[in-house]
């Protein structure tokens, strides 16, 4: 009897461990192509960040991690010869209520997707518009 107590957790544990481990495998969210915190003014040159990378063919996607000191707009760039992707990205605040408290999130709202037709190498220009203090993490990830 006391043999099944034991062994019956322990199953169940494997089992959400293994379910846990299967659905991160296609879990496109994880599949980050690039990334960039921008928290330091030194990263800039003349007030814009500058990059390259390589794209397979596909879709993708811009994540950021914004807070209340981030810049207001974030002009992004994604450019080469056959590809010309520009969106300034407005950070927005959401109030959160609660029963007993008030809070703020933060989302850059704008057009986020974009499409790759063949592999390419591509420039991005990142711009706070003049807010080179303010933090943003940055992502491109696969969709």
């Known amino acids: 009897m006391n043999k099944k107590i034991l062994v019956i957790p322990i199953i169940v544990i494997f089992v ?24 330091d003014p030194n990263l800039y040159v003349n007030g814009i960040f500058t990059d390259e990378l390589i794209l397979e063919k596909g879709e993708y996607i811009f994540r950021f991690v914004p807070n209340g000191s981030s810049p207001e707009i974030l002009s992004i760039s994604l450019t080469n010869n056959e590809l010309s992707f520009d969106e300034d990205f407005q950070l927005e605040g959401l109030l959160h209520k609660t029963g007993i408290s008030e809070y703020f999130t933060w989302e850059y709202e704008g ?29 491109i990830i696969e969709n």
């Open 16 to 39: 959400v461990i293994m379910m846990n481990f299967s659905s991160n495998e296609g879990n496109k969210e994880n599949d980050v192509v690039f990334h960039v915190t921008l928290a």
């Open 111 to 139: 057009e986020k997707l974009f499409l790759i037709s063949e592999k390419q190498e591509i420039s991005v220009m990142i711009n706070p518009n003049g807010n080179v203090m303010g933090s943003v993490s940055v992502d």
